[in-house]
DNA sequence: GCAAATCCTATTTAATAAGTAGGATATATA
DNA sequence: TATATATCCTACTTATTAAATAGGATTTGC
């Protein structure tokens, strides 16, 4: 299961993306009241974000948080490994997080091994290819 | 990330399924240190499998754990939903674990839902099709 | 009756997630 | 240059869950 980290920072920056072309910023408050997530919280995350090379920022009046790249240009696998850790199921079967499993005998061997090999796959083909202009809502075209 | 109940779990399953077909019953003790796992936690585990219809048990001298069907109908969905809960990152596209999220507005729009539900599905179908018979280590056919 | 095993409940400890606090730093504008 | 505004940063606290431990009750075979 995804953590409160992550399903914050995908609303956030679903709400931060539909922005993008724009000159607009956006006020870390301005997320904090939209979805109810306390401020602080919130704003360790678009730190964190912004450090990872998401988002940039801008301090001061007329500061605020704003995406770098276009929305179809960040994939969902991204924002997921900074918030939420490894996507596979095992650290020995991750790409970016890989560590030995503590008593392996042989990877190459072992069989629990292959079928998180396969969910990883399959995940990554997801959310690879999905991107935040994935989870940001259609405008009305009125 | 798998948990360590469920890790050990898969292991002592994959263990105690070779034996399947014979008379053996295998201890709790016996799995425990094969593969260094704490008796008391393990014991717990095996319980809870037991308590779930995939393992019977057997009191008293002579005693111990059997699976209760063939490895090969024991899907490995099952089990890590009994170990790890909810197989889905969020609740909303669980189909054991169902719940609303807290602040969701509208299940039908939302986006992020989307991505969960594409992998919960994509998952299952390795989840549902794989069986202990495939985390069991082939035999030298000697 | 005794030894061997599971069964069960409760408790403790460790690790991680989530949230809070307080202020430092940068920026726009009057 | 003063002020208000916003991000930035570190440290700390609290809550929740995971992992492990303890102690004995119950069942069974011999």
């Known amino acids: 299961m995804w953590n409160k980290k992550t399903k914050y920072a995908l609303k956030a920056l679903s709400y931060i993306g539909r922005y993008f072309g724009s000159e607009r910023k956006v006020l870390a408050k301005e997320i904090a ?20 090379g998401i988002l940039g920022s801008r301090k001061g009046k007329g500061g605020g948080y704003y995406l770098l790249r276009p929305p179809a240009e960040v994939p969902l ?25 503590a008593d392996c005998d042989s990877e190459p061997i072992c069989k629990i ?3 998180s090999l396969a969910i990883r796959d399959s995940t990554l083909a997801i959310l690879d290819q999905k991107t935040l202009e994935d989870i940001i809502p259609v405008r009305e075209t009125a």
């Open 77 to 101: 696998s991204k924002v997921i490994r900074i918030t939420d850790g490894p996507i596979s199921m095992l650290t020995c079967t991750s790409l970016f997080f890989y560590e030995p499993c």
């Open 33 to 52: 009241e939209q979805h109810q997530i306390s401020i602080k919280f919130l704003e360790a995350i678009l730190l964190e974000l912004r450090n990872a």
């Open 113 to 115: 091994r292959e079928t």
